[in-house]
C-alpha cells in the first residue's frame, strides 16, 4: 500500500434558512461516513449501498474512510465529500461516492430516507452540524471567509 490520498468535492448548495436545507441534511445522512475497520457493522455488510460499495470495491475496497459533508452559511451552502484512500485508489474512490451521490437523484429507496432523517435529527440533538472537525482533522488547510469558503490545496 503506497501513500495515502486526501481528496475533498464540494458542490455549492442551499443556505441555512433555505426549505432546502433540511433535504440536504438528510442527503448528508443518507450517504453517511465510513472508516475502515471500525463500527459495530462492518462496511462490508452495510445497508448502505454507498458504505458497502466503497468496502467492497475490488475486494479490498477503495477507501480507507469517508465522510458526506454540508457547510451550512448564510448566503450559500457546500455540500460534498472528504475522503482518505490510497493513491492508486483514487478513481475508484472517488467514482463509487460521486456515484453514490448520483443515485440521490433518482434511486432513493423506501428505507433510506426514514433512515436519513432520523440520523440527520439525531446530529442536530447532538449538537452536531455537519460543520465538525473532519476525520482525523486532516482539513485543517480549509479556511473559510465571511460567507463563502476559500479552499486551499494542502501537500504532506
Known amino acids: 500500500m503506497g501513500p495515502l490520498a486526501y481528496i475533498s468535492i464540494g458542490w455549492e448548495a ?3 434558512k433555505s426549505p432546502d436545507a433540511v433535504t440536504f441534511m438528510v442527503m448528508q445522512a443518507i450517504i453517511g461516513k465510513y472508516k475502515k475497520n471500525t463500527g459495530l457493522v462492518p462496511g462490508t455488510i452495510s445497508g448502505n449501498r454507498t ?3 466503497v468496502a467492497n470495491k475490488m475486494g479490498v475496497g477503495c477507501a480507507e474512510e469517508y465522510e458526506t459533508i454540508m457547510h451550512f452559511y448564510k448566503d450559500t451552502g457546500v455540500f460534498g465529500f472528504y475522503t482518505v484512500c490510497d493513491e492508486v485508489a483514487v478513481e475508484h474512490a472517488v467514482g463509487e461516492l460521486m456515484f453514490g451521490i448520483n443515485l440521490l437523484s433518482f434511486s432513493v429507496t423506501d428505507e433510506e430516507v426514514p433512515t436519513g432523517r432520523t440520523r440527520a435529527r439525531g446530529k442536530k440533538k447532538n449538537g452536531f452540524s455537519g460543520s465538525g472537525v ?3 482533522g486532516r482539513a485543517n488547510s480549509v479556511l473559510f471567509s465571511e460567507t463563502r469558503p476559500v479552499c486551499l490545496i494542502r501537500h504532506d
Open 134 to 136: 473532519w476525520p482525523g
Open 51 to 53: 458504505i458497502n460499495a
Open 14 to 16: 442551499v443556505p441555512y
